[in-house]
């Protein structure tokens, strides 16, 4: 996330909260409405001057403004857990050589399924690939 996706999902927040369309919030502050939209939207980096006059508008200060845009952009920059991948049984690695021959994958060998416990699935670069995990 860039920070002017921050500053412009915080204004409009900040905006809706107070019941403000986004014509009274561009009349108030004198900020025409196609701009201060491109503003909300992320799409413009709004000015120092602009910023502290819609701030003033929406009767807060410049510093809780950017106290609340630093959150939102640690909140929205905070890392993404990895997907937690489906366990399945040793008689699903059939199935997944199976489908893994037919669409040029990767195979687990013949060894491996017999001694695995248990078995990950994942779709890797368009391919099935089956991954054994220790019993």
Do not use: W
Not at 46 to 56: D, H, K, Y
Not at 85 to 110: F, K, N, P
């Amino acid at each position: 996330m860039l920070l002017r996706h921050a500053i412009g999902a915080v204004l409009r927040r900040l905006r809706l909260e107070q019941n403000k369309t986004l014509r009274e919030l561009a009349q108030e502050s004198r900020v025409s409405l196609p701009y201060l939209s491109e503003i909300e939207r992320g799409r413009k980096e709004a000015s120092s001057e602009i910023l502290a006059t819609v701030c003033r508008v929406l009767d807060i200060t410049i510093g809780a403004f950017l106290d609340q845009v630093s959150a939102e952009f640690e909140r929205s920059t905070a890392p993404v857990p990895a997907p937690v991948l489906e366990l399945g049984s040793v008689s699903e690695v059939a199935r997944g050589r199976e489908l893994a021959r037919g669409r040029g994958g990767h195979t687990a060998s013949t060894a491996s399924v017999v001694t695995a416990a248990s078995v990950v699935t994942a779709a890797s670069a368009g391919r099935l690939d089956a991954y054994l995990l220790a019993a």
